[in-house]
């Protein structure tokens, strides 16, 4: 017998959960990366006030176990070897039952998870910036709002005689998905490196919890934060399953949990180790370190890492150790609003009926529809598509900017509009807000390039990675091959990847990525759009020169 390939004629499998910013999406995947079966479910985000977002890790565990059971139903539970969970970095909160917390004023206890997209926290995640505490060093010099740190002194401020008094445990929501199924408190350092300043060799920087206001949060060695086991992903976590878990699961007990990721970690799991061989790409036979994982979703993360020692970006979160890839540094930079400003720009824009009611007519999506009027545009004018943009320009930080600016009060522009509002004009919006995201992504490579880093090929899944135009238009502005994955559901891939590590089917992360992701498709850029796009960041960095000097008369 074949260990992981086959016993006598049953094939075995690893499932791949992933729990994304609105849904949860389950996989079964083969040994080689192939998906058999997905399922999706929905799960319910409420706002109860501006820039708060809540969801219930009673509903998303639920969803999860429902996904589960339906990508598994046409396979034996022996078959199924390992189980992978990835999450948003969101937080949850219990009680010393278990039971869940309220983390807003209407006292919904079901409600106890405060969204990684919840802002409710930037005065005092800029507060804690200005105490300048050596900790910053590793998340760019600035603490994002979408941090814990900043999370967890809100609640401590706002809701001393409820949330904070009642609360027990503090996890990541990708933890927190590992505990249920496990019922092991041990946590991952992809979610404690990333997201509350836990550093591997050094633990717990006691005296950054006491300069933010939070040294209770030290009592109990650590109890409320993580006083148990960290460990790698794809490590093992507990026995595996419990008989409950196991239960609602689907699956049998003890069956391999690997420790979590953040989602937009287990894409790059999933994308950035695929062996490249015969893509004549500049990659090959260079370290992975040579490469950058683009996740891009609703929002979008960068993803690079490097084995020398750690690089230090300003403005870009990092260098965490271990928190992808086992021994080495991620930098990890990202933009917090990406498919989401897009679906912002367009469906809000006039002539936006038109276009769904034009899509509908044609059988198509309504980005495919603005991508073929785009080519129908330039065919008309006789130009390159891309050129069609060249006096519309936006900067696009309409979330505040992630990377490399690292400030979230920044907010978006739009120079170039005419006063007409057609379908022409839509498409043309759309076409120069791909182009700012693009850019964006330039400015980010840009600084991890000054720190030290040697990116010659992007790997990109997610969502916006399904769209041929944002793909090209990425390359074209970069000036670097992208590559896309086999598996559209490289996510889930991912997530499959830390199951089979934890079954022990493959001996590192590594091995299981080169041998489960796979090259679908590489893009090339085209070089004869290089001036242009030269030109239009040159603009980009003006916009954001403008924005600040607007900002500073205004609050002379």
Request: charged residues 20%.
């Amino acid at each position: 017998i074949s260990i992981g390939l086959r016993s006598g004629d049953l094939e075995w499998y690893y499932v791949g959960v992933d729990v994304g910013t609105a849904s949860v999406r389950a996989a079964l995947v083969t040994r080689e990366g192939q998906v058999k079966t997905t399922a999706e479910e929905m799960v319910t985000i409420w706002k109860p006030h501006s820039d708060h977002y809540v969801q219930s890790s009673t509903d998303i565990w639920a969803k999860c176990c429902s996904t589960v059971r339906k990508v598994t139903q046409g396979v034996q539970r022996n078959q199924v070897r390992g189980v992978g969970f990835d999450a948003t970095c969101s937080l949850v909160v219990l009680d010393q039952n278990f039971q869940p917390v309220a983390v807003n004023q209407d006292g919904e206890a079901e409600r106890n998870v405060v969204m990684w997209m919840d802002h409710r926290a930037a005065e005092q995640a800029a507060r804690i910036t200005s105490t300048g505490h050596r900790v910053l060093s590793r998340v760019g010099g600035v603490m994002s709002p979408e941090m814990q740190p900043p999370k967890l002194l809100w609640l401590k401020e706002n809701l001393r005689e409820t949330c904070w008094r009642d609360a027990a445990l503090f996890l990541d929501l990708p933890d927190f998905l590992s505990w249920k199924a496990t019922a092991s408190l041990a946590r991952s350092l992809c979610t404690l490196v990333c997201k509350w300043t836990y550093c591997p060799t050094e633990k717990w920087d006691t005296s950054f919890w006491t300069a933010i206001g939070l040294e209770d949060l030290l009592e109990n060695n650590h109890s409320k934060i993580g006083e148990h086991v960290t460990c790698c992903p794809g490590s093992p976590v507990g026995e595996g399953l419990t008989k409950e878990a196991a239960a609602e699961l689907g699956l049998d007990t003890g069956t391999a949990v690997g420790a979590s990721l953040i989602d937009a970690h287990a894409g790059g799991l999933g994308v950035i180790g695929a062996d490249v061989r015969g893509f004549s790409l500049p990659c090959e036979d260079q370290p992975i370190t040579s490469r950058m994982a683009m996740i891009c979703g609703t929002s979008s993360c960068h993803m690079a890492v490097s084995c020398q020692g750690p690089l230090f970006v300003p403005g870009v979160w990092g260098p965490y150790l271990s928190a992808m890839v086992p021994e080495l540094w991620l930098n990890e930079g990202g933009q917090s609003a990406t498919g989401r400003l897009i679906d912002h720009v367009v469906k809000g824009h006039v002539a936006y009926p038109q276009l769904q009611e034009q899509a509908v007519k044609g059988g198509e999506h309504i980005y495919s529809y603005l991508n073929r009027h785009l080519s129908s545009m330039a065919k008309d004018l006789g130009a390159p598509l891309e050129l069609l943009a060249s006096s519309l320009h936006v900067w696009p930080d309409f979330h505040g900017n992630r990377s490399p600016l690292a400030d979230p009060t920044l907010r978006g522009a739009v120079v170039g509009l005419p006063l007409s509002q057609t379908l022409d004009d839509l498409a043309l919006l759309y076409l120069a807000t791909v182009q700012a995201l693009a850019l964006g992504t330039q400015h980010i490579l840009e600084a991890m390039t000054q720190a030290g880093h040697y990116i010659t090929t992007l790997f990109l899944c997610g969502g916006l990675s399904k769209n041929p135009l944002y793909v090209q238009i990425h390359a074209n502005a970069t000036g670097l091959p992208l590559v896309l994955p086999a598996q559209t559901e490289a996510v889930l891939v991912g997530a499959a990847v830390l199951g089979a590590c934890a079954s022990h089917d493959y001996s590192s992360i590594l091995e299981a990525m080169e041998k489960m992701s796979k090259v679908g498709k590489v893009v090339q850029p085209d070089h004869e759009l290089w001036s242009f796009y030269r030109k239009k960041h040159s603009v980009f960095l003006r916009l954001h020169v403008h924005q600040r000097e607007y900002m500073a008369l205004m609050n002379d």
